[in-house]
């Protein structure tokens, strides 16, 4: 498969326009595929839990170098995952209102938070 270089020019990044629907849906390709967001290429992690320090095909680093920067995606992770289950499970109350399957809801309520962070 071809790769195209989505890469940005040097002067792009002082751009303020918005990037095009084709670059766009191309880095987005590029972060559902696990892929080096400069080439496309990869390999970009050792195993599922730990990232390489650089892009396998083009050497790019992956790491910021801040050993903190994870925190804030770990935290809008768990807000988006709680939010979207509270969300269901208040909808599934009103849904089943006035006949609520409060044991259900006692299993379900738990395995879905720990199950939500995971998937997202």
Same mark, same amino acid.
């Given at each position: 498969?071809?790769?195209?270089? %989505?890469? @940005?020019?040097?002067? &792009?990044?002082?751009? =303020?326009?918005?990037?095009?629907? !084709? @670059?766009?849906?191309?880095?987005?390709? @590029?972060?559902?595929? %696990?892929?080096?967001?400069?080439? #496309?290429?990869?390999?970009? !992690?050792?195993?599922?839990? !730990?990232? @390489?320090?650089?892009?396998?095909?083009?050497?790019?680093? *992956?790491? !910021? #170098?801040?050993?903190?920067? /994870? *925190?804030?995606?770990?935290? /809008?992770?768990?807000? %988006?995952?709680?939010?979207? /289950?509270?969300? =269901? %499970?208040? #909808? #599934?109350?009103?849904?089943?209102?006035? &006949? *609520?399957?409060?044991?259900?809801?006692? *299993?379900?309520?738990?395995?879905?938070?720990?199950?939500?962070?995971?998937? =997202?």
């Amino acid at each position: 498969m071809p790769q195209h270089n %989505l890469a @940005r020019e040097p002067n &792009d990044e002082l751009s =303020l326009e918005m990037p095009s629907a !084709r @670059r766009t849906a191309g880095l987005l390709g @590029r972060a559902l595929t %696990l892929r080096c967001p400069n080439c #496309g290429g990869g390999p970009t !992690r050792e195993h599922w839990l !730990r990232m @390489r320090p650089a892009c396998g095909s083009c050497g790019m680093p *992956i790491e !910021r #170098g801040e050993p903190d920067y /994870f *925190i804030g995606s770990m935290m /809008f992770n768990l807000i %988006l995952s709680e939010g979207l /289950f509270l969300v =269901l %499970l208040v #909808g #599934g109350v009103i849904a089943s209102w006035p &006949d *609520i399957a409060w044991t259900a809801l006692e *299993i379900a309520t738990p395995l879905g938070m720990i199950a939500a962070p995971i998937l =997202l």
